[in-house]
T-cell receptor, first 113, second 115 residues
Framework: DAGVIQSPRHEVTEMGQEVTLRCKPI?????LFWYRQTMMRGLELLIY????????DSGMPEDRFSAKMPNASFSTLKIQPSEPRDSAVYFC???????????FGSGTRLTVV | AQSVTQLDSQVPVFEEAPVELRCNYS??????LFWYVQYPNQGLQLLLK??????LVKGINGFEAEFNKSQTSFHLRKPSVHISDTAEYFC?????????????FGQGTRLTINP
């Protein structure tokens, strides 16, 4: 298995632009998580899905953030409009009830200038 | 709700010395516990996990951790570290029930190995 695949690895965008981050979970995993990592706040859970359904989005900072999971093999995290304070590394992870413990992707480093 | 405290933000040790990274948790229910490692510019990788059974858990790269329910701790240990162990280590907790997959992470401990 290729693991959890995230794209792009790096994204630099101007304030106000729309940003879309993508994630392909491990086949057979029925949970998908989006985390944000910054020096100041550490790892923050933004949202997670079970069987493609959003279960907990209480960590989504504000309405500028949205996430979708149209099928079991793909999820997106969108920021519109982006702001400099959104600069962070965004991680996607997946897991299953048969094997506890997340598998993380390599992350997307987002810089908003 | 669960919470995790990693007591040391940075731990410097010499190569081949033993190391212990401390983790304490808070929870009103039973828990599952995890340690992850993050190398520079990479995602987090699972080192080991405690779900049930033996309180001493062995993981990859020679690491082990011991679950101590009375002290609500899950400290990570390695008897002899290598330069390649330089990384950030995260302790995490989730409710110990099927389907409760949401992990809460500690703030991380940066382990630096000096030659």
């Amino acid at each position: 298995d290729a693991g959890v695949i995230q794209s792009p690895r790096h994204e630099v965008t101007e304030m106000g632009q729309e940003v879309t981050l993508r994630c392909k979970p491990i086949s057979g995993h029925d949970y998908l998580f989006w985390y944000r990592q910054t020096m100041m706040r550490g790892l923050e859970l933004l949202i997670y899905f079970n069987n493609n359904v959003p279960i907990d989005d209480s960590g989504m900072p504000e309405d500028r953030f949205s996430a979708k999971m149209p099928n079991a093999s793909f999820s997106t995290l969108k920021i519109q409009p982006s702001e400099p304070r959104d600069s962070a590394v965004y991680f996607c992870a997946s897991s299953s009830d048969r094997n506890y413990g997340y598998t993380f992707g390599s992350g997307t480093r987002l810089t908003v200038v | 709700a669960q919470s995790v405290t990693q007591l040391d933000s940075q731990v410097p040790v010499f190569e081949e010395a033993p190391v212990e990274l401390r983790c304490n948790y808070s929870s009103s229910v039973s828990v599952y516990l995890f340690w992850y490692v993050q190398y520079p510019n990479q995602g987090l990788q699972l080192l080991l996990k405690y779900l049930s059974g033996s309180t001493l858990v062995k993981g990859i790269n020679g690491f082990e951790a011991e679950f101590n329910k009375s002290q609500t701790s899950f400290h990570l240990r390695k008897p002899s570290v290598h330069i390649s162990d330089t990384a950030e280590y995260f302790c995490a907790v989730s409710p110990g029930i099927q389907g409760a997959q949401k992990l809460v992470f500690g703030q991380g401990t940066r382990l630096t190995i000096n030659p």
